[in-house]
């Protein structure tokens, strides 16, 4: 696990949103050039081709895709999110993305079909909130199981489909006259095999998320599972 840590961050600061929802819908292009993408989220949405740009432009809650070729706009989405991060690319076609104030006070991680526009799943900590007003990642991982990153509240979290937590950590660094700010983790990233360079002998690493003791946190109604 890599982790990337800086500055800090009131714990007790409420959040202010000065940019209103965009209630703009999903614009739909087809490439119409005849590309044929490995990937299947470029097979199943042409503007997902390979070789397009992602691009997510969160003051106003807007994903969108470019042909660099063109420098044209080939697809655009103003989801249910609100001042995103980290939108990817997910089996079977699917986005996932940190959603820092969608349903705020929590954040949540969206797994969305941009066929569709459904929520085909969600993640918003359950009895732990997950609350990151600024910044957040989320990130698929092999075996399914998704990690989570509220950076504001220096929280890093890996779930599996159902909810179920099978790695934490919080940043117990703080900072301030009474530890009222948290060290903020702008980014915590899963490291396997050869990645994990002059560690790799040193840290055991689990083969599957099967592997790891979980823990249930999934009390989230209302969350698609």
């Known amino acids: 696990m890599r982790a990337s840590a800086s500055s800090t961050r009131s714990a007790t600061s409420p959040p202010k949103s000065i940019i209103p929802r965009s209630q703009a819908s999903a614009l739909w292009y087809a490439r119409g050039d005849g590309a ?5 989220s470029g097979r199943q949405v042409p ?14 809650d807007l994903v969108l895709v470019v042909d660099p070729r063109t420098q044209q706009v080939v697809w655009s989405w ?8 980290e939108p990817t690319l997910v089996e079977p076609g699917h986005l996932l993305i940190f959603d820092n104030m969608g349903a705020w006070p929590r954040s949540r991680v969206l797994e969305v079909d941009p066929r569709t526009q459904e929520v ?13 007003e600024t910044c957040g990642t989320a990130q698929r991982l092999p075996g ?31 900072a301030g006259e009474q530890g009222e700010l948290i060290a903020t983790l702008f980014q915590v990233e899963r490291l396997w095999g050869e990645a994990l360079g002059p560690w790799q002998d040193r840290v055991k690493m689990p083969e599957h998320p099967a592997e790891v003791e979980t823990t249930d946190d999934t009390d989230s109604p209302g969350l698609p599972r």
């Open 36 to 40: 044929s993408p490995a990937q299947a």
């Open 47 to 60: 503007a997902f081709a390979k070789g397009n740009l992602l691009i997510s432009m969160r003051h106003t």
């Open 78 to 85: 103003a989801g249910p999110w609100r001042q995103q991060h």
């Open 120 to 132: 085909v799943w969600a993640y918003d900590g359950g009895r732990t909130p997950l609350v990151s």
């Open 144 to 174: 399914g199981t998704t990690l989570a990153v509220a950076s504001d509240t220096g929280v890093a979290v890996e779930v599996d489909r159902d909810g179920a937590v099978v790695w934490s950590f919080v940043n117990p660094s703080r």
